[in-house]
């Protein structure tokens, strides 16, 4: 009892000592008015009145001294005398949490569980690591996309750890006065060592690190900047060599959202930040655990067969947290419509806005509607019997984000890296819009191209990488030329560059040939697809499924064993 209570003096003894001496001031003040209300009865009318006028003028003055120039005084003395006047200045004002996320709550990270586990035990059972002679880790960071847990993370392996758990972000350690940030660093790890040897322990958690993480370097600007984060950064670094001196049993944990080589290399070496985990979006098997967890928060109707497969298969390279949002943004689409419970149409609207934005308010006139339902279903029939990874999950001719229309294709399983068939594939997608209305039309739009994210840039880019930089040209030239590049010019004779060039020429036409052949064999297809396509302004993953089955069409994603 009496340790825990110096502990909490030694917490907060500046708040003690103003609050003590407020409530003696105010004892004083009580007593004095008592006893001098005693004397006043049994004084003379013109001595009662002097007496007044004294006794006012001196309880103003002494609430003016006590309430006002008291603590002011004594606040600009320990600002002062503490170390920093300006730098203590927005100090921090961190509270001990206790947080209760278990890792069972933590989904779609399998092998980060892992090793936050191996943490976690070690955290629980120091004796085992003493026995086996190691120290426990001080410094843990977590590397990954933002959105995918690691925040969340943390707060599992403090709950699971049974420590209190204190939180603070980098930017909190940036400010505007030089030493503003480490007199902030110094005043975190001083409350967690206060709380560590109250609890047995405690965990700190930064997050955003990279925010006063950086590398550290000369002041150059002579504003001082450059040094306030130097600063930071030395005190960061002293507080973590220093938890080694005394056993406290404090674990720093950090998060950032930026690579390894772009933090200051001092924490990156052993003994401090010594173990490193790194959280990456989750895959095809992760996607569908984190739908099933939150379907299982919504209501969800019975009738509406929910696809979390699908779902998991159509959302590639999303988060957690985009699939959160996700489901929460169908719950708002069905009370829009007056329905407590979300359908799979629901969920499909939901994808669409986080993916490709709100539908916008353009109109398409009647000619346009044609116009891009054919250049939409010549991405779609391409995509689909051609891309040998692709499935082709949304057509649609509803203007978003700029575009009249798009087709939505995605993997059947992710992909780390791409060869020369997948390569020539979304070349042959992209140019399959200005085959379709060049067969239709016998003249093509705007649409192909325009500027960047066009079809025509993203098959010229496509195929220029192919030909300067993976050594994929018809002339055989190999290498990455555009290594060879100094003051913005590829240092390469001309004649190399002019055979380069027609290495891209011949891939993009070939491409091009190969596209207007299948879209002739398959006219009856393209012109179904254009029409179901302006017939319903979208169509589904099922729409689209069934409309290529019509015509007994494969896809080449999925070959027939």
């Given at each position: ?71 002011l005084t004594f606040g600009i003395y320990y600002w002062i005398m ?60 977590m590397f990954g996309p933002p959105g995918c847990g690691k925040t ?100 720093v944990l950090a998060a950032t959202n930026v690579s390894e080589s ?300």
């Amino acid at each position: 009892m009496w340790r825990k209570l110096l502990i909490f003096m030694q917490l907060y003894w500046i708040r003690t000592i103003l609050i003590s001496a407020f409530m003696t001031m105010i004892i004083w003040m009580i007593q004095f008015m008592l006893v001098s209300n005693a004397n006043y009865d049994q004084l003379e009318s013109f001595s009662r009145r002097n007496l007044s006028a004294q006794i006012g003028q001196s309880l103003i003055m002494f609430i003016f001294v006590t309430i006002v120039q008291l603590p002011l005084t004594f606040g600009i003395y320990y600002w002062i005398m503490s170390g920093g006047a300006a730098g203590k200045l927005g100090a921090l004002d961190l509270k001990k949490t206790r947080v209760n996320i278990k890792m069972s709550d933590v989904i779609g990270m399998d092998e980060p569980k892992r090793e936050a586990w191996e943490l976690v035990k070690l955290l629980k059972d120091r004796a085992m690591v003493k026995r086996i002679g190691g120290k426990i880790i001080k410094g843990t960071i977590m590397f990954g996309p933002p959105g995918c847990g690691k925040t969340y993370l943390a707060k599992a392996i403090a709950t699971e750890a049974g420590l209190p758990f204190l939180s603070a972000v980098g930017s909190e350690f940036v400010a505007m006065f030089v030493g503003q940030g480490a007199a902030r660093m110094k005043s975190l790890f001083k409350q967690a060592r206060t709380l560590a040897s109250m609890e047995g322990g405690c965990i700190i958690f930064i997050d955003e690190i990279d925010s006063f993480a950086r590398p550290r370097m000369a002041d150059t600007t002579g504003w001082g900047g450059q040094s306030s984060h130097n600063a930071t950064i030395n005190q960061f670094l002293t507080e973590l060599d220093g938890l080694r001196k005394t056993e406290n049993n404090i674990v720093v944990l950090a998060a950032t959202n930026v690579s390894e080589s772009d933090l200051d290399e001092a924490m990156m070496r052993a003994g401090r930040f010594e173990r490193k985990i790194y959280v990456s979006r989750p895959n095809l098997k992760e996607r569908k655990e984190v739908f099933d967890f939150y379907l299982k928060r919504v209501e969800t109707a019975p009738e509406a067969n929910i696809n979390t497969e699908l779902l998991a298969q159509k959302t590639l390279w999303f988060s957690p947290a985009d699939i959160d949002y996700m489901v929460r943004e169908a719950s708002i689409l069905a009370l829009r419509d007056k329905r407590d419970q979300i359908t799979m149409k629901d969920l499909n609207t939901a994808y669409d806005r986080v993916a490709f934005g709100m539908k916008s308010n353009v109109i398409l006139t009647e000619k346009e509607k044609v116009w891009t339902a054919y250049h939409e279903a010549g991405h779609a029939l391409i995509a689909y019997l051609t891309h040998p990874t692709n499935d082709v999950i949304k057509a649609t001719i509803i203007p978003h984000r700029g575009a009249l229309g798009f087709v939505s294709q995605r993997p059947t399983e992710e992909l780390h890296s791409s060869n020369r068939e997948h390569l020539l594939a979304n070349i042959k997608v992209a140019l399959g819009s200005y085959a379709a209305e060049t067969i239709k039309f016998g003249t093509t739009s705007s649409g192909v191209g325009g500027g960047p994210g066009s079809d025509f840039d993203s098959a010229m880019r496509t195929a220029h990488s192919m030909v300067w930089s993976l050594g994929m040209g018809k002339s055989g030239l190999i290498g990455d030329f555009h290594s060879l590049t100094k003051n913005n010019m590829v240092l390469i004779s001309e004649k190399t560059k002019e055979t380069l060039d027609h290495d891209v020429q011949v891939i993009l036409q070939s491409c091009l040939k190969e596209v207007t052949a299948i879209l002739n064999d398959k006219r009856e297809l393209l012109d179904t697809f254009a029409q179901e396509l302006m017939a319903k302004s979208e169509l589904e993953y099922e729409e689209i499924e069934a409309i290529f089955q019509k015509f007994n069409a494969k896809p080449a994603s999925r070959p027939t064993v």
